[in-house]
């Protein structure tokens, strides 16, 4: 069965204090693997697509990567701005663009 | 640049009620979407349309119905409301071709009592 695990499932951290988010994944063949942030009230908003392997992308102070298992969104000198919650999606070989959503981690960033 | 508008935002139903949740793309999307985002559960695909005319189930769809009858609305109606409903309700949208990024609205909070 195809799976998608996000972790932790929350995390607090003080401004300034780089972290990472894992995503890990078992599927039958993946598409392209998405990041999005979700404020309080809002809709997911996209941020990344990461399609093999080996790829990174960054956006000012994250950057997401991907291997065979997992991704990992690394969050660079967070700010107070950055809480909200990111969450994991995949997009399997035959899916007809149907996502496969993780949980979603919870971040908390203090000043 | 609307991008997905849903209505409305929030909605109190008694059991055994009917209600439509609106939702309308100005992408020129293809691809249509509705999710359930219970907490600590993710987000669960109920049903999705591939273009005017075609809608199919995804993994949650019991309660609910579609329909779309142009590119722009794809509303969900819930017939005999239960309390199992109760739910944040997304609608998404994605141009369909290629790994392109799903576009979320803001969502509509439906309580059932």
């Known amino acids: 069965e195809d799976q998608v695990t996000q972790s932790p499932e929350a995390l607090r951290l003080q401004e300034g204090e780089s972290s990472s988010l894992n995503c890990s994944y078992t599927v039958s063949g993946l598409r392209g693997l998405f990041w999005y942030r979700q404020d309080p009230g809002k809709g997911p908003e996209f941020l990344f697509t990461l399609y093999s392997a080996g790829e990174e992308k960054e956006k000012e102070r994250l950057k997401a990567t991907l291997t065979k298992k997992e991704s990992f969104l690394h969050i660079t000198a967070p700010k107070p701005e950055d809480s909200a919650t990111y969450l994991c999606?995949?997009?399997?070989?035959?899916?007809?663009?149907?996502?496969?959503f993780g949980k979603g981690i919870t971040l908390s960033v203090r000043p | 640049n609307a991008g997905v508008t849903q209505t409305p935002k929030f909605r109190i139903l008694k059991i055994g009620q009917s209600m439509t949740l609106q939702c309308t793309q100005d992408?020129?999307?293809?691809?249509m979407y509705w999710y359930r985002q219970d907490p600590g559960m993710g987000l669960k695909l109920i049903y999705y349309s591939v273009g005017a005319g075609i809608t199919d189930k995804g993994e949650v769809p019991n309660g609910y119905n579609v329909s779309r009858s142009t590119t722009e609305d794809f509303p969900l109606r819930l017939e005999l409301a239960a309390p199992s409903q109760t739910s944040v309700y997304f609608c998404?949208?994605?141009?369909?071709?290629?790994?392109?990024?799903?576009?979320f609205g803001d969502g509509t909070r439906l309580s059932i009592l």
């Open positions: 999606a995949v997009l399997i070989t035959g899916a007809n663009s149907k996502l496969t």
């Open positions: 998404a949208s994605s141009p369909g071709t290629g790994v392109q990024p799903q576009h």
């Open positions: 992408m020129n999307h293809n691809y």
